[in-house]
């Protein structure tokens, strides 16, 4: 910046001295002495304010990245407290529930089976935890080493209604896989089946027993677009813009009842950028949860680009 500062102030005061009649009609070298003053006055002036504009670009450059630095701290120090947060709950659980069995070695065997199923449980959500902590960690940090594949999406979602074919069944819910044939991207295969797992449990978690579920997309060239909505419960519209966030949970009770890590809109987030795609997230028509994301169909690496 500063050379080019430089430059054309150069080039501004050689063609203005050049110049004799400010009407710019010839070009007469220099002859005078005052036109030699003038042109080195010009080069000095010059190279004060190109000094002075490196210095004010030099400090805003410093200052933005305190900026930044200091947003990826306090986002850094709040991912650790809800790390923290997250796991005190399942390993205070679980610390409970043993030292409870091994401080009365005489207690029934009913309660000690019931307490041994709770641990498994408390243990089981841990793993989920760490498990995703660790996928998001893998997008952040090495996005460039996950090995990508040809994927039929359709495939996948066609395990994944079997998959849940259960409980959804349980609930009275109702499934509508709209996928056409051959819905294939190139991926990651183990991300993309997080994506569609995650949106799939969480409409069955929190759309209320009877919703309706409904999968769609529409080919858009190089993107496919995906349309996941429910006609449930729905999101109060002053939580949509932060449902993405990591931990973040509308209602943190009733999240931790189900088993919700806090982390799988986050992990659906994250996937779907790293495939080249954008997701959003709105009231459907007529009640429910609309997210409305896309996916390029040929991967591009983003620190590639």
């Known amino acids: 910046m500063w050379a080019c500062v430089m ?6 005061a050689v063609i203005f001295i050049l110049f004799e009649d400010y009407d710019k009609h010839f070009l007469q070298p220099f002859d005078e002495v005052s036109d030699w003053h003038l042109l080195l006055f010009s080069v000095v002036v010059m190279c004060c304010l190109g000094w002075l504009l490196y210095r004010y670009a030099h400090r805003m450059d410093e200052r933005i990245s305190r900026e930044q630095m200091e947003k990826q701290n306090q986002m850094r120090r709040q991912l650790t407290q809800n790390i923290a947060h997250e796991l005190k709950t399942p390993v205070a659980s679980i610390l409970g529930y043993t030292d409870t069995i091994l401080d009365n070695p ?3 065997a009913e309660t000690k089976q019931q307490f041994i199923r709770r641990t498994n449980a408390q243990a089981r959500r841990l793993t989920a935890l760490l498990q995703d902590i660790s996928t998001l960690n893998r997008m952040d940090y090495a996005p460039d080493m996950l090995a990508m594949e040809r994927i039929d999406i359709s ?5 994944i209604v079997e998959e849940t074919a259960l409980v959804v069944g349980t609930k009275q819910m109702r499934l509508n896989n709209c996928l056409p044939e051959d819905v294939c991207v190139q991926g990651n295969w183990s991300l993309v089946y997080s994506i569609f797992r995650n ?4 409409a069955i978690n929190y759309a209320g027993n009877g919703a309706s579920i409904e999968i769609s997309a529409e080919d858009q060239g190089s993107h496919w677009a995906f349309t996941f909505r429910d006609n449930g419960v729905g999101v109060p519209a002053e ?10 949970r509308v209602d943190k009770g009733r999240s931790r009842q189900m088993g919700g890590t806090g982390l799988g809109l986050a ?3 994250n996937a779907i ?12 028509d007529g009640g429910g949860l609309q997210f409305d994301f896309t996916l390029r169909k040929q991967y591009v690496c983003p620190t590639c680009q």
């Open 7 to 12: 430059g054309i102030f150069l080039v501004y």
């Open 106 to 108: 005489d207690i029934a």
């Open 155 to 159: 495939r996948i979602m066609a395990d």
């Open 199 to 202: 949106l799939m449990d969480n």
């Open 239 to 248: 939580h949509l813009h932060r449902i993405f966030e990591r931990f973040y």
């Open 267 to 269: 992990i659906v987030k």
């Open 273 to 284: 950028l790293l495939h080249g795609g954008q997701i959003s997230a709105k009231k459907a």
